[in-house]
């Protein structure tokens, strides 16, 4: 059974499909500004919470931050959020939505984030597994 040749395509049409690639690359460009926007402010906002206080809600923030620092070693059980209120899940859900874009770790886009989240991690006595 042989191979069928690939049919030539014509100036017209692989313009068009680099084009569309260029426009679906812009695209992806910009979602994933917004995303990394949206999530500064949700991580922001997350950490405070972690650095703060002391509830279930934190304790729950405190293991998704460390898993946005390192997954490998913080994994995160997403079941966590069902316990959770309605402002912070939709702030972790900004977070995961900028880790899908992955422009930058998301402890970078806080001030002082890599440092903040190790503390964090030390006064939750949060373990790597």
């Not at 313009?15 to 999530?39: C, G, I, S």
């Not at 886009?109 to 006064?123: H, N, W």
Request: hydrophobic share 45%.
């Amino acid at each position: 059974m042989s191979t069928p040749m690939p049919e030539k395509r014509s100036e017209a049409e692989v313009a068009a499909f680099f084009a569309k690639l260029h426009a679906d690359q812009e695209e992806w460009q910009r979602r994933a500004a917004v995303a990394q926007a949206q999530a500064a402010q949700a991580y922001a906002r997350l950490l405070k919470i972690a650095e703060t206080s002391d509830t279930g809600q934190a304790s729950s923030v405190a293991l998704f931050l460390a898993a946005t620092y390192n997954g490998r070693s913080y994994p995160y059980d997403l079941y966590e959020m069902r316990s959770l209120d309605v402002a912070i899940g939709d702030d972790i859900l900004l977070c995961m939505d900028a880790l899908r874009w992955a422009k930058e770790d998301l402890f970078n886009l806080v001030p002082d984030g890599k440092s903040r989240i190790q503390a964090m991690i030390e006064i939750w006595k949060i373990k790597v597994t």
